[in-house]
C-alpha cells in the first residue's frame, strides 16, 4: 500500500510518499480502507519528537491518529463489524509507528464506532480527536445549566466543537477567536471576544463577576484563566499542564468507541457540526502540516485519499 512516512524526527523536509506492507489484522481488529484522514496539531509534534519523552516510536513512521473509511476485513472474535462498514476513529496507539496517512489501516476494534450517516467522510475525518477531547474536557468540567464558560481558542476546531456541547447542555459560552470568526462563533451559540492584550478587561464586560469554569484549548493563558475564573471555579487545559498547579486539570484523551458513540448521536440528531476548513490529498500532507502549523485555520484540514 501507498503511505505517507517519515525515518526520523524533523520538520516537512522528513515527509515522503512511500510503499508499505499491509497491516496485519489481528484478532479483535479491523483493517480499514481509508477514504479520509484528519489532520491535528499532534500529528507534527509527535513527528518533530516533541512527544519522545512519553511515547515509543517505530521508524518509518506512518503518522496520523484520525480516520473515516469502510472496513476491508476483520479479525477473529470481531463481532462488532463487518466487510463493507462504513467507521470512524481516533486510532492513537500506545507506540507510535502505524498511522492513518495510508490507504489502510489495522485498528481494535475498541477504538472503532460506525461513522454518523449524515457526515461526509471528511467531516467524519475531522471528529473523533478534536470531538472527543472537546467532549472530555467538558465532561470534566462538569458544568450545569446557567454556568457560564470561558473557551480559549474557541474558533480551532476543539474549541467549534465544545461550543455546541456546552450550548447543547444549557451553558452560556464565552470564546476567543479572531474577529473574522466572529460571525462563525456566533452562529455557533457562543458570545465571541478577541483574544490578546485585554482579554481579561473584555471577559469582565461580559460576565462582570467573573466566569464559572474555563476551558483552554490554547495554551499560553493562565494568568487570563485565573483573573476571570470566579473563587472555587473550575479550569481545564488540552496544551499547558502547569494548570495542574493551580487547581486545573490536564486533558489527555484516550481513544474509545463508546465515547465517538455519544458524539455520533448528537451529530445524527443535527445538533453537532463539523467545519471542514481544507481538503489535500494524501501525497500533500506537507502542505496540510504547513497549514496546521500556521494555526490560522478556520475548521479541520483533511487528507483524502492519494492521486498519485
Known amino acids: 500500500m501507498q503511505a505517507m512516512t517519515y525515518a526520523q524526527y524533523g520538520g516537512t523536509e ?25 489532520v491535528n496539531p499532534v500529528d507534527w509534534k509527535v513527528m518533530s519528537g516533541g512527544l519522545d519523552p512519553y511515547m ?8 496520523g491518529w484520525d480516520v473515516a473509511g469502510v472496513v476491508a476485513a476483520v479479525g477473529f472474535d470481531t463481532p462488532e463489524f463487518k466487510v463493507g462498514d462504513e467507521v470512524y476513529s481516533y486510532g492513537r496507539r500506545d507506540t ?19 461513522k ?7 467531516q467524519a475525518a475531522g471528529l473523533p480527536l478534536t470531538g472527543l477531547t472537546a467532549q472530555r474536557t467538558l465532561d470534566a468540567l462538569g458544568l450545569n445549566a446557567g454556568a457560564t464558560l470561558l473557551i480559549h481558542n474557541g474558533s480551532g476546531s476543539v474549541g467549534r466543537t465544545a461550543i455546541q456541547l456546552a450550548t447543547l447542555a444549557g451553558v452560556r459560552v464565552i470564546a476567543t477567536g479572531s474577529a473574522k470568526n466572529h460571525a462563525r462563533l456566533r452562529e ?36 487570563a484563566t485565573l483573573a476571570v475564573l470566579k473563587e472555587g471555579g473550575k479550569h481545564a487545559s488540552i496544551a499547558d499542564w502547569t494548570v495542574l498547579g493551580h487547581g486545573g486539570q490536564y486533558i489527555w484523551v484516550r481513544p474509545d468507541a463508546r465515547e465517538l458513540d455519544r458524539l455520533s448521536a448528537l451529530v445524527d440528531a443535527g445538533t453537532l457540526a463539523v467545519d471542514v476548513a481544507a481538503t489535500y490529498p494524501m501525497q500533500e500532507l506537507a502542505s496540510a502540516f504547513t497549514e496546521s502549523m500556521s494555526g490560522h485555520g478556520s475548521g479541520k484540514i483533511v487528507l483524502t485519499p492519494f492521486t498519485a
Open 14 to 38: 522528513v515527509l515522503e510518499q512511500t510503499e508499505r506492507p499491509m497491516p496485519k489484522v489481528s484478532p479483535g481488529a479491523v483493517l480499514i480502507q481509508v477514504k479520509a484522514a484528519g
Open 56 to 63: 515509543d516510536v517505530n521508524f518509518p513512521v506512518v503518522p
Open 96 to 114: 507510535v509507528q502505524g498511522g492513518t496517512f495510508a490507504e489502510f489501516v489495522a485498528l481494535p476494534a475498541s477504538v472503532v464506532a460506525h
Open 116 to 122: 454518523p450517516q449524515s457526515l461526509s467522510w471528511e
Open 188 to 223: 455557533l451559540g457562543a458570545e465571541p471576544v478577541e483574544y490578546g492584550d485585554g482579554l481579561v478587561e473584555r471577559v469582565h464586560a461580559l460576565a462582570p463577576d467573573g466566569v464559572d469554569a474555563v476551558a483552554d484549548f490554547a495554551g499560553g493563558v493562565l494568568e
